[in-house]
């Protein structure tokens, strides 16, 4: 079974920055593309920024552009997220993802097959 695990969120103030990361255990991530999502309270389900399986094609939503970079470390197993200049609209669940198939990412989340349990981020204004 795979299991996503994500980990520090927090509360940060405005202007501020934190680094998400997602691990697995029982599944090596380095074959797959790898997204980040966040959903907000009372809104839908929004792409962040996904990464290829090789970790040279990312792409990036339209309101993180610029201030969010996807990494990944084959030896650790794990994908991140840098967070810079937070706003108080950043302040989502942020979750990470598996893609089904490998290949240059993606940001459709029916894409995607196995999801963390999500990273609550708070920014503060």
């Given at each position: 079974?795979?299991?996503?695990?994500?980990?520090?969120?927090?509360?940060?103030?405005?202007?501020?920055?934190?680094?998400?990361?997602?691990?697995?255990?029982?599944?090596?991530?380095?074959?797959?593309?790898?997204?980040?999502?966040?959903?907000?309270?009372?809104?839908?389900r929004e792409f962040v920024a996904t990464i290829n399986f090789s970790g040279g094609i990312t792409e990036y939503g339209d309101s993180v552009k610029g201030r969010f970079t996807i990494s990944r470390d084959h030896i650790k197993?794990?994908?991140?997220?840098?967070?810079?200049?937070?706003?108080?609209?950043?302040?989502?669940?942020?979750?990470?993802?598996?893609?089904?198939?490998?290949?240059?990412?993606?940001?459709?989340?029916?894409?995607?097959?196995?999801?963390?349990?999500?990273?609550?981020?708070?920014?503060?204004?």
């Amino acid at each position: 079974q795979v299991q996503l695990v994500e980990s520090g969120g927090g509360l940060v103030q405005a202007g501020g920055s934190l680094t998400l990361s997602c691990t697995s255990s029982g599944q090596y991530l380095n074959s797959f593309d790898m997204g980040w999502f966040r959903q907000a309270p009372g809104k839908e389900r929004e792409f962040v920024a996904t990464i290829n399986f090789s970790g040279g094609i990312t792409e990036y939503g339209d309101s993180v552009k610029g201030r969010f970079t996807i990494s990944r470390d084959h030896i650790k197993n794990a994908v991140y997220l840098q967070m810079n200049v937070l706003k108080p609209e950043d302040t989502a669940v942020y979750y990470c993802a598996r893609r089904k198939i490998p290949g240059s990412g993606s940001r459709w989340y029916y894409d995607y097959d196995y999801w963390g349990q999500g990273t609550q981020v708070t920014v503060s204004s």
